[in-house]
């Protein structure tokens, strides 16, 4: 079975610094999706970024990146020169197999940014 | 393009009562997942659709919990008897096609308060 776990329950970080929320996965299948989103207090699940389990190179999207280090099974979300908005719920999840399977998610890691 | 849409936002219910939930998806998305979200937890499936047939609804307490998807658009979840532990917010989410590597849209989310 799959399993997501964020140990992070709670970060700080000062404005324009960056900051790594951790996540580690657990999949017999060799075929499988990460992907990261974000919950500010509003409530809405905002999709980050995405790797897959055959991508060569680590994910990037803007301000994000993905650390994919397949052998310790863990997909930590780096967020470069952090902003007062990037203040919310993070939250990791997996998807395997192939098709349109549902997302496993981890328990999440709160973010907030000082200024 | 219209994101998914949810109602109601907000709903307080005393316990032993029913309630139901609306969930309209993307346009043209044919997969459609019901969530819950405990509080200080990530979202858990509840159960997936594709178009108008049950994909997977392994973890919907079946004793109180329906759902269905008529026409493969629009769906409906509801909860009857509702009990305290049922108190968190449902989400729904849509996807448009095959392949881990697709994007789950998100709703706003029904915040349930169970008394």
């Known amino acids: 079975a799959q399993k997501i776990t964020q140990t992070q329950p709670g970060m700080f970080v000062q404005e324009k610094e960056a900051v790594t929320l951790d996540c580690t996965y657990d999949?017999?299948?060799?075929?499988?999706?990460l992907f990261w989103y974000k919950q500010p207090s509003s409530g809405e699940m905002i999709f980050l970024i995405y790797?897959?389990?055959?991508?060569?190179q680590n994910a990037t999207e803007g301000r994000y990146s993905l650390n994919f280090q397949k052998a310790r099974k863990s997909a930590n979300l780096v967020i470069s020169a952090s902003q007062l908005g990037d203040s919310a719920m993070y939250f990791c999840?997996?998807?395997?197999?192939?098709?349109?399977?549902?997302?496993?998610f981890g328990k999440g890691t709160r973010l907030s940014v000082i200024a | 393009e219209a994101g998914v849409a949810q109602s109601p936002r907000y709903k307080i219910i005393e316990k032993r009562q029913s309630v139901a939930f609306w969930c309209n998806p993307i346009?043209?998305?044919?997969?459609l997942y019901w969530y819950q979200q405990i509080l200080g937890q990530g979202p858990k499936l509840l159960i997936q659709?594709?178009?108008?047939?049950?994909?997977?609804d392994s973890q919907l307490p079946k004793d109180r919990f329906s759902a269905e998807r008529l026409k493969g658009v629009d769906s409906t979840l509801k909860i009857q008897p509702a009990k305290l532990e049922d108190s968190a917010v449902y989400l729904c989410?849509?996807?448009?096609?095959?392949?881990?590597?697709?994007?789950?849209?998100f709703g706003p989310g029904t915040r349930l308060t169970v008394l």
């Open positions: 989410a849509s996807s448009l096609s095959q392949g881990l590597e697709n994007e789950q849209f």
């Open positions: 999949t017999s299948d060799p075929s499988y999706g």
């Open positions: 790797q897959g389990s055959y991508d060569q």
């Open positions: 999840a997996m998807r395997d197999g192939w098709g349109n399977t549902p997302l496993v």
């Open positions: 346009s043209g998305h044919a997969t």
């Open positions: 659709f594709q178009n108008n047939g049950v994909v997977d």
